[in-house]
């Protein structure tokens, strides 16, 4: 069997080595001197209370600009489609007015069939 003092003495070397790897990853601020088991998991507590209300509000706000974008997106689309329209129809003005400058009309025919 093995020694139950051998395993006590072995666990508790374990829990240290395992609450020094959590006091370097809970900031300790100012009182960074000793600090009893309780205080470290009450401020480790703190901290990990502190990241997930840091990742929720991130979280949100990736929701939020997702929908934005989404919305910009919709814009952007309607705006291509009223362009591609202003510009369909800038051709045909276009069209119209490059027949006039030839002399002619599109609606009454050429100043000298207009005479007839």
Known sequence: EADPSVCSHSRRAQ???CLERL????????????HTTLSLL??????????????RRALHQI??????????QRQLEKLGMERVRIDSI??????????????????WGTAAERSV
């Open 15 to 17: 829990l240290r080595l």
């Open 63 to 72: 929701e939020q600009l997702q929908r934005e974008q989404r919305h910009l």
């Open 90 to 107: 800038g051709s045909s003005l276009s069209s119209e007015r490059s027949d006039s400058d030839r002399g002619e009309s599109p609606r």
């Open 23 to 34: 006091k370097g990853l809970v900031p300790l601020g100012a009182a960074a001197g000793r």
């Open 42 to 55: 009450t401020r480790a507590r703190l901290h990990i209370q502190k990241l997930e209300d840091q990742e």
